[in-house]
């Protein structure tokens, strides 16, 4: 089934350790995002990938790395976790990341998300 | 002031109402406009999308867009217990930079058999 797969789904991690959000699409999509979703905050990007190879920078890409080897995989990385990173992470991807006319298959596909709670 | 301010709810209807979710915002470069539904502990799927103002119809779902006031609305027709969900909106703009839509909080819906 085509679609998004993040990995793990849910997650309990000592403050300060490293963590790595693995996220892969099977779509061919050439943009990927990572978001953030709390309770009251909605969906917060935190960061983004037009292409393989390039990133940039969201609303609150403090404490977040992420790197784009390849059209499939983009990784997200908390290099010293700390509990205001607890939250839901979803990784999504679309096909329309370059400026021009919309596809006809516009909008972003979301994984299901994990679940992180940083203690 | 948010781009794009949406009520966070929860709304709580009896199945068979219409229901009537909203959107405003502040950035008259939004053209394009999306509805997406979000079940509890899974991730967001685009429900409807729309260019520009004007209406689109799927089944029992309406969206309608009004650029004059800003504002952005999604029906949804004889509503089911299986469309409790959070709703969210979310728009981008045509050309121009980046295409990473501006997304509402969403709107938490409870339909009640």
């Known amino acids: 089934i085509a679609g998004i797969t993040q990995a793990p789904t849910s997650q309990i991690l000592a403050a300060g350790r490293r963590m790595t959000l693995r996220c892969t699409q099977d779509?061919?999509?050439?943009?990927m995002y990572w978001y953030r979703q709390d309770l009251g905050l909605g969906l917060r990007l935190i960061h983004y990938?037009?292409?393989?190879?390039?990133?940039g920078k969201g609303e609150v890409p403090d404490g977040y790395s992420v790197s784009r080897a390849n059209t499939d995989d983009f990784p997200l990385t908390l290099a010293s976790a700390v509990p205001s990173q607890t939250s839901v992470y979803f990784c999504?991807?679309?096909?329309?990341?370059?400026?021009?006319?919309?596809?006809?298959?516009?909008?972003?596909?979301f994984g299901s998300g994990t679940r992180l709670t940083v203690v | 002031q948010k781009e794009v301010e949406q009520d966070p709810g929860p709304l709580s209807v009896p199945e068979g109402a219409i229901v009537s979710l909203n959107c405003t915002y502040s950035?008259?470069?939004?053209?394009?406009f999306m509805w997406y539904r979000q079940y509890s502990r899974k991730g967001p799927e685009l429900l409807m999308y729309?260019?520009?103002?004007g209406n689109k119809e799927d089944g029992r779902f309406t969206a309608q867009v009004d650029k004059s006031s800003k504002y952005i609305s999604l029906f949804i027709r004889d509503s089911q217990p299986s469309d409790s969900a959070t709703y969210l909106c979310?728009?981008?703009?045509?050309?121009?930079?980046?295409?990473?839509?501006?997304f509402g909080r969403g709107t938490s819906l409870i339909v009640h058999p």
């Open positions: 999504a991807s679309s096909d329309s990341g370059a400026a021009g006319p919309l596809p006809s298959g516009y909008g972003y596909t």
């Open positions: 779509m061919r999509h050439n943009a």
């Open positions: 990938s037009n292409t393989a190879g390039t990133t």
């Open positions: 950035n008259s470069a939004f053209q394009y």
């Open positions: 729309t260019y520009s103002s």
């Open positions: 979310a728009m981008s703009p045509v050309r121009g930079g980046s295409y990473i839509p501006t």
